[in-house]
């Protein structure tokens, strides 16, 4: 295996944290929470205690100002376990980020602290029943109105929808505008007109709550505007690589993990007087999928490292988001395959892993949108550089 030189000595201290954390305080209730379909608010006040929570928010603002792969290493211990609950990734890589990046010095000391404590959870609204990778068309209206803006409007699909306690929304202030009439808002969901509709039943990631969410009248003033007026769709623009580059994080290591405790069940399950791990169609099998994660992994650490040098482009994450969530989905089927029957079982790990893998290609921007765009950069710049060579 090749070694990985990103990480030094004081992130593989805090990853054994986050292990004891994992051990102690998700593991023995995760099973619960999947009936459920959602976990306790006190688990966010215990990460929030042990310093699992939006690791680079600065210390002013009540973090610890820690760099990216601390984040990461919460990222990769929350997918290696295979427990998908707690939907830390969504409360750090994206809100907090949204508003470490954008929000007003007025904003950030309103929430960052909450949500470094785990007091505070955070929500991303962006799509709508109408509206998934096509963010420039949300229909969800924000009007002003003196010195605030009504908002009328729903989401759907939201991620810590049923516990959030801020939300970044993505509404439309001048309909006519296109991507330029798009506009986010901080959203403090303990005002009156929000309203949170049912915890949806999804194929997988059981134990995380996802809900529709209402805006009817709802009131906020124009000091909650995240970013100016029409430039909220640049402003996720802006923040595409970086969700794109936790999606493929979070494949790339369970890709790893699933092809381990595969490994392990084949060595010891008999057919036909041997293990299955003696038949050859099973070693070939491992060796390819095992030679496939190697190149996820060194790729997706590529991007990490350019991701914190501010080098990561839009195309190059989006090629990476595509390619590890197609190596997801391809890991966990064929590993499913090697465990027979019995990988039909809700209670084999291989079985989660499996409806758990299906989201992948659908959130952060489907995989037909990382195709149209990964292809028509390459058909630009292809053109840029005839065009070019004829002059």
């Known amino acids: 295996m090749i070694k990985r030189s990103l990480f030094n000595e004081e992130h593989?201290?805090?990853?054994?944290?986050?292990?004891?954390?994992?051990?102690?305080?998700?593991?023995?209730?995760?099973?619960?929470?999947?009936?459920d379909g959602i976990v306790p608010r006190e688990v966010w006040l215990k990460a929030g205690e042990a310093g699992l929570l939006c690791c680079t928010v600065p210390e002013e603002y009540g973090g610890l100002g820690l760099d990216y792969l601390f984040d990461v290493v919460v990222f990769e211990e929350m997918a290696r376990s295979g427990f998908t609950g707690p939907g830390f990734l969504i409360h750090?890589?994206?809100?907090?980020?949204?508003?470490?990046?954008?929000?007003?010095?007025?904003?950030?000391?309103?929430?960052?602290?909450?949500?470094?404590?785990?007091e505070a959870i955070g929500a991303l609204g962006m799509t709508e029943p109408h509206a998934g990778s096509d963010l420039k068309n949300v229909r969800t209206r924000a009007v002003r109105d003196g010195d605030d803006y009504v908002i009328n409007g729903q989401k759907v699909f939201i991620s810590n929808g049923q516990m959030c306690d801020v939300l970044v929304l993505a509404t439309k202030t001048d309909k006519d505008a296109g991507a330029k009439g798009v506009t986010l808002f901080l959203i403090d969901t303990s005002l009156p007109g929000f309203k949170r509709g049912k915890n949806l039943e999804k194929l997988g990631l059981k134990a995380q709550d996802t809900s529709e969410l209402f805006f009817e009248d709802l009131r906020v003033p124009a000091a909650a505007m995240l970013g100016g007026e029409g430039q909220g769709f640049a402003l996720m623009m802006t923040k595409l690589a970086q969700e794109r580059l936790a999606q493929a994080i979070r494949s790339a290591t369970v890709a790893e993990t699933v092809?381990?405790?595969?490994?392990?069940?084949?060595?010891q399950r008999e057919a036909f007087g041997k293990t299955i791990a003696d038949f050859q169609?099973?070693?070939?099998?491992?060796?390819?999928?095992?030679?496939?994660?190697?190149?996820?992994?060194?790729?997706?650490?590529?991007?990490?490292?350019l991701f914190m040098n501010n080098e990561l482009d839009a195309i190059d994450a989006a090629m990476a988001k595509m390619w590890l969530s197609n190596l997801h989905c391809k890991v966990v089927d064929e590993c499913l395959q090697l465990f027979g029957g019995w990988g039909y079982m809700w209670e084999y790990p291989i079985a989660r892993a499996y409806a758990d893998a299906r989201i992948v290609k659908i959130a952060g921007g489907s995989i037909e949108i990382m195709k149209y765009l990964i292809g028509r950069d390459l058909i630009a710049r292809r053109r840029e550089?005839?065009?070019?060579?004829?002059r």
């Open 12 to 35: 593989e201290m805090f990853r054994d944290t986050v292990l004891r954390f994992i051990d102690r305080e998700i593991r023995p209730y995760h099973e619960q929470w999947e009936k």
């Open 92 to 118: 750090c890589d994206l809100v907090a980020t949204y508003i470490k990046s954008f929000g007003t010095e007025e904003q950030k000391k309103q929430w960052l602290p909450r949500m470094v404590s785990g």
């Open 281 to 305: 169609n099973t070693q070939f099998k491992l060796a390819e999928l095992q030679t496939e994660a190697t190149i996820g992994r060194v790729f997706t650490d590529k991007c990490i490292e």
């Open 259 to 267: 092809i381990e405790y595969t490994a392990d069940y084949v060595s």
């Open 385 to 390: 550089a005839v065009a070019a060579t004829a």
